[in-house]
């Protein structure tokens, strides 16, 4: 079972989540998060796959209740670096891991890492 089979749901998985994810894995892809911050809520968790803390965080994420007027987009930074280092230029976010940005009207309103992300509140 592969990373993207677990997080996506194409197997099954050892939690209930219900969030759909989408797998951001294109630079293009960051313009339509910006051009759709402008009606939609966008959420970019940045998830190290390598990571002990990151996967621990995002299992607790997944079980948060996320209004379905959020976009969320799910990132494997080691093997998109490149798509990582350019949303933290894009958004002027100094790269962390794992890392939440909350993207609204193009700009980055909110974002933060590690434990402190699940405190975010997500509108």
Not at 34 to 40: C, E
Not at 97 to 104: E, G
């Amino acid at each position: 079972m592969g990373f993207s089979d677990t997080i996506f749901g194409s197997k099954p998985s050892d939690d209930t989540s219900s969030l759909q994810w989408n797998s951001l894995t294109e630079l293009s892809q960051l313009d339509a998060i910006v051009k759709d911050s402008n009606t939609k809520t966008q959420v970019i968790f940045k998830h190290s796959i390598r990571c002990g803390i990151s996967s621990a965080v995002l299992k607790q994420f997944k079980k948060k209740t996320i209004e379905d007027s959020v976009d969320l987009h799910l990132l494997d930074l080691i093997n998109y670096r490149t798509l990582s280092n350019e949303i933290a230029s894009k958004f002027n976010v100094i790269h962390q891991s794992p890392q939440l940005l909350i993207i609204k009207s193009g700009k980055a309103t909110k974002h933060d890492s590690h434990y402190d992300l699940l405190n975010l509140e997500i509108e």
